[in-house]
Nanobody
Framework: QVQLVESGGGLVQDGESLRLSCAAS????????MGWYRQAPGSQRELVAT???????NYGDSVKGRFTISRANAENTVYLQMDSLKPEDTAVYYCNAHLGNWDYWGRGTQVTVSS
């Protein structure tokens, strides 16, 4: 069992930056593929970024070059640095831990980008 708690969301203006954090419980954090997903009102949840246990990263097309995912295994934490934010980045951002057939989700943190 993994519990995930996101933080760092908020209201920013077009072009500004935010850093999201996701703190995970448990001693096996390092073996999980960690990720960030987002869901805007009326839309399906979509991939933002993932980082594997070997630090291999993958990004959704809409955030490539603007967002950076990283992890600190000693702190059981995964980060999402979001730069050059756009109004279309407005969504609830969810942290995910994935291992085999198991997926764990946080409750989400709201990010709102005003124009």
């Amino acid at each position: 069992q993994v519990q995930l708690v996101e933080s760092g969301g908020g209201l920013v203006q077009d072009g500004e930056s935010l850093r999201l954090s996701c703190a995970a419980s448990g001693s096996t954090f390092s073996i999980y593929r960690m990720g960030w997903y987002r869901q805007a009102p009326g839309s399906q949840r979509e991939l933002v970024a993932t980082i594997s246990s070997r630090y291999i990263t993958n990004y959704g097309d809409s955030v490539k070059g603007r967002f950076t995912i990283s992890r600190a295994n000693a702190e059981n934490t995964v980060y999402l640095q979001m730069d050059s934010l756009k109004p279309e980045d407005t969504a609830v951002y969810y942290c995910n831990a994935h291992l085999g057939n198991w997926d764990y989700w946080g409750r989400g943190t709201q990010v709102t980008v005003s124009s």
